[in-house]
């Protein structure tokens, strides 16, 4: 049977280039993007885009039926930085959304598959910081990380009660050239590549000691899509796994850029998403991701920092 996958939140960081990856596996024209705001052009004219609100149940279950939908991703959230601000909004669109999807797809039989994003906030600063396990303390204390924990359960309760196959990945800061930051904790590690390629100095809002773990975006791609291409016998969870990838401080990563960039100046004060970083891991245990679906990350720091700094350079010239 032929796959049409649903993309909620396709303008997004994790969004507009899982689109594309999905396009060319699956053909253009059976993967639908969606969001509030149009995607950029490659996602706008490589395939089908509707703008759709995820909170408008009734329209989203027309689309589903419409389009003959077989797979969801959804990815539309309140990321951590903004959720801080609005929390009862953040709460609101981040539950609901994922409600309306996982009921969806319990009523409507084509749908198999549904992914959703969950992140290192489900953990809390009770939570062993280096080498966190897939199994221990998860007492969060952002509005995020809540709506995270929270969602991991009921995307598990729908999986045993309605056998609605449900798959998630437990996200460390997402680095890319491609999307500008989105209002994370982690954003730093994006706007600093800018901010070094433009000005030559940038003022970090976290501490420099503040480790944190990372991947790079193209990594959290290809786990994304290796974890739903996985046979479901072969997974021992439907909650979010851990994946890790690197783990560095804002110090490590400027000295990294300074080796492309000897003048790069960084200055630091630390605002409220230094509390938020401070409760979170430092670096993951992802080894039952690595056994279950063969989770396997190609990027470290040094490669990373290259590919950033030249793919950002080409896009400003453009």
């Not at 056994?291 to 990373?304: I, T």
Request: proline share 5%.
């Amino acid at each position: 049977m032929k796959e049409n996958i649903m993309i909620i939140g396709a303008s997004g960081q994790i969004g507009s280039e899982l689109t594309l990856k999905l396009r060319e596996m699956y053909g253009a024209g059976h993967v639908y993007a969606t969001d509030l705001k149009e995607p950029a052009r490659d996602v706008l004219e490589s395939g089908p885009f509707e703008l759709l609100d995820v909170m408008d149940d009734k329209r989203l279950i027309h689309f589903a039926i419409r389009h003959h939908i077989t797979q969801i991703y959804h990815l539309a959230a309140v990321l951590s930085g903004n959720a801080e601000k609005l929390p009862m909004q953040a709460w609101h669109i981040n539950m609901n959304s994922l409600l309306n999807v996982l009921d969806l797809a319990k009523e409507v039989e084509e749908i198999k598959k549904v992914f959703w994003p969950s992140s290192i906030a489900v953990f809390g600063p009770t939570t062993p910081k280096k080498n966190t396990p897939q199994l221990t303390i998860m007492e969060p204390n952002t509005v995020y990380g809540i709506s995270k924990l929270a969602g991991e359960r009921w995307i598990e309760y729908f999986h045993k009660r309605y056998h609605v196959d449900t798959r998630s990945i437990r996200y460390p800061g997402l680095i890319s050239y491609k999307t500008e930051p989105g209002g994370g904790t982690t954003d730093y590690a994006v706007e600093i590549f800018y901010q070094a390629i433009k000005h030559g100095r940038y003022e970090c809002f976290l501490d420099k000691k503040t480790t944190l773990p990372m991947l790079y975006m193209s990594d959290a791609i290809n786990a994304t899509v290796k974890l739903m291409e996985t046979e479901a016998s072969s997974l021992s969870l439907h909650t979010g796994y851990n994946i890790g990838g690197l783990s560095f401080n804002p110090d490590e990563l400027a000295n990294e850029i300074r080796k492309y960039l000897p003048g790069f100046r960084i200055t630091y004060k630390p605002d409220f998403r230094q509390d938020i970083a401070t409760t979170w891991p430092e670096s993951i245990d992802d080894r039952i991701a690595r056994k279950d679906w063969g989770y396997n990350p190609k990027y470290n720091l040094s490669s990373m920092t290259e590919l950033m700094l030249r793919e950002i350079r080409k896009k400003l010239n453009n």
